[in-house]
């Protein structure tokens, strides 16, 4: 399989802000209603018929995706810049993350907000959901992969289990970056020799074992970053010549549908590249002047600045 870096980078910007705007459709709803609803993710797909709007995740991961391809590098400020021009409420923020952007709107100590608002600061997936760019641009750079990824996470979470979160999938998008063969167990090796945490190791143990749907449920749909990284990630290793079957068996699981799809459809898209994006989906994709065409043309200056 031959793909071109342009392709992966459009793939996993493009498949990110697919699988979060279909996965959106159906937040908070769960796996029974889902699938009496769809007889599988055939009939997830079909289903779409009109335009379909991303959520935060998507929002949050263009502002990282403009700093670095302004400065090269992610830097604090110009990222909580970012963050703040890119602030849209309606597209549904977490409600830790809604009061830190808010914090640095108003010019506040978005810092103490950032580690007083939940006990040890945020765990949960905001983090994780928008660092892609940063597998990207970093995907061969393994010295600044995890550090980046760390700071990619810093302004909105400070809790280890959020930024743990955030870089096991810098460093899955990185990996399929570089890959022409999905090769599982060297993928699993990576992620796990990257892990700080029991609960990680653990969970990334059963994702590499996982063989199943049942299985892939076990792993967690939730809002938390531990209980839908490793469940992103077992999504792509169940499905990895596939971006529809990844992004939509996360979302029959219910529960957080628009991050594990964002997340999944990340690393996906970075394998595949943007052709594997079915047409129907990427075509119904919004038009806004953030919208579709804005997202290919950023993984292009992401390249660029490469
Ligand atoms: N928030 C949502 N969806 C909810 C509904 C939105 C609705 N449709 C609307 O229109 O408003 N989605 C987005 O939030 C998730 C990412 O959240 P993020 O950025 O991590 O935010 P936050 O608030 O920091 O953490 C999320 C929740 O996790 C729990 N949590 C985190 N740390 C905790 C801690 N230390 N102690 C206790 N609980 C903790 C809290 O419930 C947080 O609110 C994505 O799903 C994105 O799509
Ligand atoms: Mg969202
Ligand atoms: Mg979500
Ligand atoms: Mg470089």
Redesign the pocket.
């Known amino acids: 399989m031959s793909v071109s870096l342009e392709e992966r980078f459009q793939g996993s910007l493009l498949g990110l802000a697919v699988g979060d705007a279909l996965g959106g459709r159906f937040?908070a709803q769960s796996a029974e209603h889902l699938r009496q609803r769809f007889s599988g993710v055939e009939s997830l797909i079909n289903y779409v018929a009109d335009e379909i709007w991303y959520?935060d995740?998507t929002q949050m991961t263009i502002a990282l995706a403009e700093v670095l391809a302004d400065q090269g590098e992610i830097l604090e400020q110009p990222l909580c810049a970012a963050f703040v021009a890119n602030y849209v409420p309606s597209r549904g923020y977490g409600r830790g993350a809604r009061m830190v952007i808010e914090a640095m709107e108003e010019g506040e100590g978005y810092q103490a907000v950032a580690s007083k608002h939940f006990p040890g600061g945020s765990y949960g997936n905001g983090a994780a959901m928008r660092v892609a760019p940063v597998g990207l641009f970093f995907h061969d750079n393994e010295a600044r992969l995890l550090e980046q990824a760390r700071q990619s996470a810093f302004p909105t979470h400070v809790h280890p289990l959020g930024i743990e979160g955030a870089q096991l999938i810098a460093a899955a998008v990185a990996y399929v970056t570089r890959s022409d063969e999905f090769k599982r167990d060297d993928f699993f090796r990576l992620l796990i020799s990257h892990c700080q945490s029991e609960e990680y190791r653990e969970k990334l143990a059963m994702a590499s074992e996982t063989t199943s749907i049942e299985q892939l449920a076990a792993l967690g749909n939730g809002?938390e970053a531990l209980e839908s990284v490793p469940t992103a990630i077992a999504s792509f290793a169940l499905s990895p010549e596939s971006y529809a079957e990844t992004i939509g068996n996360v979302i029959l699981l219910g529960g957080?549908t628009?991050?594990l799809a964002a997340m999944a459809g990340a690393i996906s898209g970075a394998y595949l590249g943007v052709e594997a994006i079915p047409k129907r989906l990427l075509d119904r994709l919004e038009e806004s002047p953030k919208g579709k065409a804005y997202l290919r043309n950023l993984a292009s200056r992401l390249l660029l600045k490469y």
């Open positions: 937040e959520t995740d809002i957080d628009d991050t």
